[in-house]
């Protein structure tokens, strides 16, 4: 399967642990997104990279969130001190760079189910 | 500032069409999407329309905008079981910025 990947699928933690996310684009793709997914939501955007460069971040990216995409391919989500509010879906996307289309679809991962007790 | 609200609901019996409504309020939208995601399953591009085109067919969907009014409209035509899905609504400014998505639509088919 040559599609994004997310790992881990599920994660359950106690309030204020540190988590880890990863995820691994399409091959090629030199863009990937970061969303949070809460119940009854739609996705609502947290960050993106252009390879290992993060060129945004959403307000909701408090400062215990942080993403790195240190080689331009995979990409890490941590949370620091994990509250309950954190418990969502967290998903990622990846894109390839714009061709003569003009656009390009952002291909979405499987999400990492976050829930914090 | 962004948002996209479409409403949370729809019945529809099997065979008929299906019109899932949309407004947003970014008149900077460049395009304009619909998604679509199944339980279990990740998040589905279903198609997706250019600001500046009215229309846009595909098979058994068809997306009207009216950029005037910032409406968008997804129909489905002869609905069946394996469209109950949950479908968002959703816009960027540019081809590969992010995406604003909507609340979704949750649509039940009726036998």
């Known amino acids: 399967d040559t599609g994004v990947s997310q790992n881990p699928r599920h994660k359950i933690t106690k309030r204020g642990q540190n988590v880890t996310f990863r995820c691994d684009p399409i091959?090629?793709?030199?863009?990937l997104y970061w969303y949070r997914q809460t119940l009854g939501q739609g996705p609502e955007f947290l960050t993106y990279?252009?390879?290992?460069?993060?060129?945004?971040k959403s307000r909701l990216l408090s400062d215990r969130f942080s993403a790195e995409r240190p080689k331009g391919s995979f990409s890490t989500l941590e949370i620091q001190r994990t509250e309950q509010g954190d418990s969502a879906m967290y998903l990622c996307?990846?894109?390839?760079?714009?061709?003569?289309?003009?656009?390009?679809?952002?291909?979405f991962g499987p999400g990492t189910r976050l829930t914090v007790l | 500032g962004e948002d996209v609200e479409q409403s949370l609901f729809l019945s529809v019996r099997e065979g008929d069409s299906s019109v899932i409504n949309c407004t947003y309020t970014?008149?900077?939208?460049?395009?304009l999407y619909w998604y679509k995601q199944e339980p279990g399953a990740g998040l589905q591009l279903l198609t997706y329309?250019?600001?500046?085109?009215d229309m846009k067919q595909d098979q058994r969907l068809t997306v009207l905008l009216n950029k005037k009014d910032k409406h968008l409209s997804l129909r489905i035509a002869d609905t069946q079981t394996g469209d109950s899905a949950i479908y968002f609504c959703?816009?960027?400014?540019?081809?590969?910025?992010?995406?604003?998505f909507g609340k979704g639509t949750r649509l039940h088919i009726l036998p």
């Open positions: 329309i250019f600001s500046n085109m």
């Open positions: 970014d008149s900077s939208s460049t395009y």
């Open positions: 996307a990846s894109s390839s760079p714009l061709g003569t289309s003009g656009h390009n679809e952002q291909f």
């Open positions: 091959s090629e793709h030199n863009r």
């Open positions: 959703a816009e960027s400014i540019r081809a590969d910025d992010k995406i604003i």
């Open positions: 990279f252009q390879n290992e460069a993060q060129l945004e």
